[in-house]
């Protein structure tokens, strides 16, 4: 069965291998997306928070240890929701069930808005951009990472052997695409860079910075790992502030 980004997450299997692989030492997330969010976030202490696919709150709990001054979690899935309550509880933190393309956000409430990894579910990115922007103060930064272009133009595919290789197809041709992924099958949305770049142009953002996930030697512990995670980029970056 076809599932959507909104509920894809609350299959149990689904949910339990997400948060399996993602907790390995060296899973993309750790080794690619993880350094280069630090990067773009830098320091959050004083900031007020907002987090559109929140999860079960992991991160919040880390940046508020950090000392941003409150977190806003979004997530339209219960079970990372129910985690994120349990975890944020008695702290700054407010979580709301709910999709980004239907919730209401505060006006210009948030100094750092970020999305890891989430906003490829979602077909209007424009309209969902726009609603950050207004969510966020004059000067406010809007931290996204999101699945490379290249990798979600022709998704359902699988790569054989050490070189193996990935066919870029269909590139131009925006919407929906399916995938098997574990354990379950979900629709997500490609959108070309230039779509990334001119939705947050067109929603009041200046683009400040563009990153690919470039490996960096030192994370990886052999000379494979590094190269093979050297040919394919997994992740695309960008930030932007509210001008
Ligand atoms: C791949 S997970 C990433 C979670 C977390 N940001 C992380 O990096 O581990 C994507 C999250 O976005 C949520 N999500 C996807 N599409 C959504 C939508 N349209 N509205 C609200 N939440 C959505 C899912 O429920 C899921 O928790």
Known sequence: MLHTGKN?????EVFNTY?????????????????VIEELIGPVQGLALLDL??????????LLGR?????FGVDAAQKMLEQAQERLHGTEATLVRGTFEEIDLPAESFD???????????????????????????????VLSVEHPLLTSSLDQEITGPRGSMVVDDYFVSGPREIEWLGGRVQ???????EYFLALQGAGFQVEMLRESKPKRE????????????????FLFLVGRKS
């Open 188 to 194: 997500k949305f490609h959108h070309t860079l230039e």
């Open 53 to 62: 696919g929140c999860g079960n709150g992991q991160y919040g709990a880390e």
């Open 19 to 35: 948060w399996r692989q993602r907790g390995r030492e060296l899973s993309a997330n750790a080794v690619l997306e993880e350094p």
């Open 8 to 12: 894809f997450f609350d299959q149990e």
């Open 112 to 142: 750092l808005a970020l999305s890891r990894l989430a906003l490829h579910y979602v077909e209007d990115i424009c309209s969902v951009f726009a609603k950050v922007a207004k969510s966020l103060v004059k000067g406010g930064r809007f």
């Open 219 to 234: 994370l990886f512990p052999t000379e494979e790992e590094f190269l093979r995670r050297s040919r394919i980029p997994l």
């Open 67 to 71: 000392g941003a001054k409150s977190f």
